[in-house]
């Protein structure tokens, strides 16, 4: 009788290969993922962060990566062993899930305590620059925002002033009070912060936008690209 050749180690680590270049295949939120530690990673070297930093920003790295894979093996091994719904199976998955989110969210924890420092120092500069811009301001590149974003959608023939079309008037408001906040918000320790919240907020219209299907990605991207740019031209052009 003869016997099954045990895989050598080279055929071990192609295995390994190969379910990790079938999940990138086959799973949108490990794409997302690969894309987003790649994005850090440039930013780490060009912030030039501590090795300390950089060593735990590659345990986070790996800790949503892995937890990914995971959830993706749990999943395949669900379906494979369930063949009608089962509410332990549902459940099985759910908690596969919930370990990729908290990975996540640890990951945002570890990158803000690193980032942070190193993006308020080289923006303080540009900041102080435009922080004593009058209030006025703000209301007009409010103002100027939803104008622009009407004209766009007159000119395109697409939605309403609110509903629907490019841009998306919701998502330029939104980013429009974000860049409004960053910049005349007073010299303080806690500028980056509050920036920041104003940014996961408007992050978070935008979402909305989309999901409840009245916007496209791309309307929501260019509508923030126009608010955001509008205000900083004008408090660059008048502040």
């Given at each position: 009788m003869s016997s099954q050749r045990s895989p050598t180690l080279f055929d071990s680590f192609n295995y390994a290969a190969e379910g990790i270049i079938h999940a990138l295949r086959t799973q949108r939120?490990?794409?997302?993922h690969f894309t987003i530690a790649a994005a850090v990673l440039v930013a780490a070297v060009a912030f030039g962060v501590s090795r300390l930093e950089l060593m735990v920003l590659l345990l986070a790295i790996t800790f949503v990566l892995v937890a990914e894979l995971v959830n993706t093996a749990i999943e395949a091994a669900v379906d494979v062993a369930s063949t009608s719904f089962d509410p332990m199976a549902k459940l099985a998955k759910d908690i596969a899930a919930g370990a990729v989110l908290i990975a996540a969210l640890n990951a945002v924890a570890v990158g803000y305590l690193v980032f942070?420092?190193?993006v308020a120092d080289r923006s303080s500069r540009f900041l102080d620059r435009l922080s004593d811009a009058p209030a006025e301001l703000t209301l007009v590149s409010l103002a100027l925002t939803v104008?622009?974003?009407?004209?766009?959608?007159?000119y395109t023939?697409?939605?309403t002033p609110?509903?629907?079309g490019l841009p998306s008037g919701h998502s330029a408001v939104a980013f429009a009070g974000w860049m409004a906040m960053t910049l005349i918000l007073d010299d303080s320790s806690h500028r980056f912060l509050i920036s920041s919240l104003a940014f996961i907020m408007a992050l978070l219209v935008a979402q909305t936008r989309v999901e409840t299907g009245v916007h496209s990605a791309s309307e929501v991207a260019s509508g923030a690209a126009l608010g955001a740019l509008t205000t900083l031209v004008l408090f660059q052009a008048f502040g």
């Open positions: 939120n490990l794409w997302i942070s420092g190193e104008i622009l974003v009407i004209a766009v959608k007159a023939g697409r939605g609110l509903r629907g």
